[in-house]
C-alpha cells in the first residue's frame, strides 16, 4: 500500500512539473505557436475565407442580380410585343384570307358571263332583223321572250346591264369607238350604244360600246 501524498514516478514518463513535460516546456510552446502561425499562413484562402462573403461581395452580387432582373424584364418586354405582333399579323392574315375567299365566290362565273354575252347579242341582233320583215311576228317574239329569259338569268346571278344611253362618258365602264359633234348635249355624253356592257356585282364584265359627243366646230 503507497502512503498517501507518495506517488511513484514511472521511470519512462516526465515529471509534469519538469523539463521533460512538452506543455511546461517554454521552448516547445514557442515552437508550437510558431507552427500554428505558419500553418494559418499555408491555409487555403477559401478556408480562411469560409466565414461568409464581406459586406462589399454582397453589394456586388446584389447589384448583379439587379442587372440580370432588369435584362429579363427587357426580354420578356420584347416578347411579349413580338406576341402581339404575331397576333395582329395573323388577324389581318384571316382577314385577307377570307376576302380573297369571298372575292373568288362573287366572280367564279365571270368566265362563263363572258362566253355568253355574245349569245344574247346574236338574239338582239335577230330580234333587231325580225322586227324589219312583216312575216317574221312569231320569230320575233319568240326571241324576245328567249333574250328576256337569258337577261332573268344573268340578273340572278348580279350580271346586270350597264346604263349608258345619256350619261356622262366613264372610261371605267365605256369604250369610246367613235365621236360625234352636238350641240344638243354636253360634251362626253353618250349619244349610242353599239354593244351593251355588263358587270358583276361591282367588277366589270366588258365594258359598254358607245359614241361620245364632241362640241361643233365653229
Known sequence: MVP??????????????????PDRNPRHAAERGKDASDKAKDRPEDERTARGPSDADLAADTEKSIDELASLQG????????????????????KRVARQTEEERQYACLPILRDLLPVLDNMDRAIEAAATSES??????GFQMVAQQLRTVLAKYDCLEIN?????????LHEAISQMANDDVPAHTVLAVVQSGYRLHDRVVRPSKVIVSTRPEE
Open 4 to 21: 498517501e501524498g507518495f506517488r511513484r514516478k514511472h521511470p519512462s514518463r516526465p515529471d509534469d512539473d519538469g523539463p521533460g513535460n
Open 75 to 94: 426580354e420578356l418586354e420584347k416578347a411579349k410585343d413580338h406576341a402581339l405582333r404575331c397576333r395582329a399579323e395573323m388577324e389581318n392574315f384571316k
Open 136 to 141: 317574221g311576228t312569231g320569230l320575233l317574239e
Open 164 to 172: 349608258a344611253q345619256g350619261q356622262s362618258f366613264d372610261p371605267n
